[in-house]
């Protein structure tokens, strides 16, 4: 399977500052990668899908970059409503054998 | 608007096999362009793909997990459904159906679930 890591495991930042979180392929995923956020009792919400294309209504805030083994997502003035917990996702294989990073807690610092 | 709904036992006790239903809403499962699929998350910790089907009733499963799950269809129903068997403390977690969209092989999950917990205890 292909292993995805995420960092840092937990981000502090303050609102109004750009956010960084980093996504790592254990081998390529060509553009087949898709960044989720999460807030505690909640699904997922898709956020960037192939690599840099924002789901519908998605504010411009956020951005995703990269190919191949590895990814970054931007959000460029931290909202309050944006602390929560965000997962890269590959899906790069067919059959699938879709794996997920570990997670990334974007924290009020 | 698209709404996906879990539905089966918050409780199932060890041994026993758990059974999932996921109500579509507002689209139609027998699209071609989509896929469903199952995945879950333990308290505390990340996402793991369960597997997936497609209208035709192809299906796709987690290694780690095909020998124990089963996923099956009812498109006169607009469902698709889960089967775990042999559930342990381990299998314990908030579970998630979804849609999955995308081409040429390449699926992302743009929908999804509320999740359902489901716990595995005597």
């Known amino acids: 399977d292909i292993v995805m890591m995420q960092s840092p495991a937990t981000l502090s930042v303050s609102p109004g500052e750009r956010a960084i979180l980093s996504c790592r392929a254990s081998q390529s995923v060509g553009s087949n990668l898709a960044w989720y956020q999460q807030k505690p009792g909640h699904a997922p919400r898709l956020l960037i899908y192939?690599?840099?294309t924002r789901a519908t209504g998605i504010p411009v805030r956020f951005s995703g970059s990269g190919s191949g083994t590895e990814f970054t997502l931007t959000i460029s003035s931290l909202q309050s409503e944006d602390f929560a917990v965000y997962y890269c996702h590959q899906y790069t294989i067919w059959p699938p054998r879709y794996t997920f990073g570990q997670g990334t807690k974007l924290e009020i610092k | 608007q698209l709404q996906l709904q879990e539905s089966g036992p918050g409780l199932v006790k060890p041994s026993e096999t758990l059974s999932l239903t996921c109500t579509v809403s507002g689209g139609s499962i027998s699209s071609s362009l989509y896929y469903w699929g199952w995945f879950r998350q333990p308290p505390g910790k990340g996402l793991e793909w369960i597997g997936t089907i497609y209208y035709s009733g192809s299906t796709y499963y987690n290694p780690s997990l095909q020998s124990r799950v089963t996923i099956s269809i009812d498109k006169s129903k607009n469902q698709f459904s889960l089967e775990v068997r042999s559930e342990t403390a381990a299998d314990t977690a908030v579970y998630f159906c979804?849609?999955?969209?995308?081409?040429?092989?390449?699926?992302?999950?743009?929908?999804w679930g509320q999740g359902t917990l489901v716990t595995v205890s005597s």
């Open positions: 192939d690599a840099s």
């Open positions: 979804a849609r999955h969209k995308g081409g040429s092989g390449h699926y992302y999950v743009d929908f």
